[in-house]
């Protein structure tokens, strides 16, 4: 995931993202707002964020 200079490429952000939304929207279908789905939800925020962040910075 991380070169050997250790920089982690932006796209495994957004990979991990989306992942993270796909697995809150399919938590939320089974079991309803749980502490869980919201969870799951903000760490896809998270981690878009810090995918938008990289991508503007560099």
Same mark, same amino acid.
């Given at each position: 995931?991380?070169? !050997?200079?250790? &920089? %982690?490429?932006? %796209? #495994?952000?957004? &990979?991990? !993202? %989306?992942?993270? &939304?796909?697995?809150? +929207? &399919?938590? #939320? *279908?089974?079991?309803?707002?749980?502490?869980?789905?919201? #969870?799951?939800? !903000?760490?896809?925020?998270?981690?878009?964020?810090? #995918?938008?962040? %990289? +991508?503007? *910075?560099?």
């Amino acid at each position: 995931m991380a070169t !050997s200079d250790g &920089i %982690i490429e932006p %796209i #495994y952000f957004f &990979i991990t !993202s %989306i992942t993270f &939304i796909l697995l809150s +929207v &399919i938590q #939320y *279908k089974k079991f309803g707002k749980t502490r869980e789905t919201i #969870y799951l939800a !903000s760490l896809s925020a998270f981690f878009l964020c810090s #995918y938008i962040a %990289i +991508v503007l *910075k560099g």
